[in-house]
Every structure is written in structure tokens, then in C-alpha cells.
């Protein structure tokens, strides 16, 4: 697994980008050229980086930040994660947490037990409850099928 991001100078609502390849063969290049999922929580980095998901991949948009969506061959999520975070965790700082939950479930790629145990590895002690709410609460927005 390899990981880059980059983030405008004020970051929150800017078009902040984070980048993860995950491969069971050798990643040869560390940045990702066209991508299968792309994850949008605001209008600017939908408009700026929805060029970059492949025909036919996956999208997934904050529906409380994003009101436009282009037409486009892709299995769209709209998942409702700001506002669900200041419903349910009183903090809309938590969203990522709320589509981090969405991600999993929609893509299945990584386990449920494998991100929670990374928010475990990664969240400060202080936080780490309400990320882990936050986290369980996006699986619960997407349905089963």
C-alpha cells in the first residue's frame, strides 16, 4: 500500500486530495493515475478531481456538500455524512469518520475490523470514541445488497 496527499492552504472545504493504492504486487509508481473509487466531501474537489475516476468506477459524495453532479458511468453513493456527523456525533468534524464507514461497506475492500483496528492505531485517545461512531454510523448509510 502506498499513500500521498496534498492540501490547499486553508484545507477544510478546499479540494484537498489523499491518494491510497492498494496492490498485492509491487506498487512501481507511488501516485495514482486514474482512480477506481473517488471519494468527494465538497464541490471543489469534486470538480477538480472527478476527471481522474475511471469509466465504470466508484463515486462517493458528502450529499450535505455537493449539489452538482456530473452525468457519468459510475456507481454513485451519495451518502449524507456532514450532516449525519452533527445528527448523530453533535461535530461535523466527524464526517470523514461517517464516509470512511460508507467507503468500507460500498467498496468492501478492506475489512470492517481492519479500519477500525487502523482508527484504534491512528486516532487520539480523546477522539477516538466518536471516530469510531462516526465510522460505524457511515456503514449503517449504505445499504446491503
Do not use: H, W
Not at 486553508?10 to 506498487?27: F, L, N, P, Q
Not at 470538480?47 to 468506477?57: A, I, P, S, V
Amino acid at each position: 500500500m502506498v499513500q500521498t496527499q496534498s492540501y490547499g492552504a486553508e484545507a477544510r472545504g478546499s479540494a484537498a486530495k489523499s491518494e491510497v493504492i492498494i496492490s498485492d504486487d509491487t506498487i512501481r509508481y507511488p501516485k495514482v493515475r486514474q482512480c477506481d473509487i473517488l471519494v468527494a466531501m465538497s464541490q471543489p474537489a469534486l470538480n477538480q478531481y472527478l476527471n481522474n475516476l475511471k469509466e465504470n468506477g466508484v463515486l462517493l459524495v458528502d450529499k450535505d456538500m455537493i449539489k452538482t453532479i456530473p452525468k457519468l458511468k459510475a456507481k454513485i453513493f451519495q451518502v449524507p455524512a456532514t450532516s449525519a456527523a452533527e445528527t448523530e456525533l453533535k461535530r461535523r468534524i466527524y464526517a470523514n469518520s461517517v464516509m470512511l464507514g460508507a467507503l468500507t461497506k460500498a467498496t468492501k475492500i478492506v475489512s470492517q475490523k481492519a479500519i477500525e483496528n487502523a482508527i484504534e492505531n491512528s486516532v487520539p485517545k480523546e477522539m477516538l470514541k466518536e471516530n469510531l461512531r462516526g465510522f460505524r454510523l457511515g456503514l449503517q448509510l449504505i445499504e446491503d445488497k
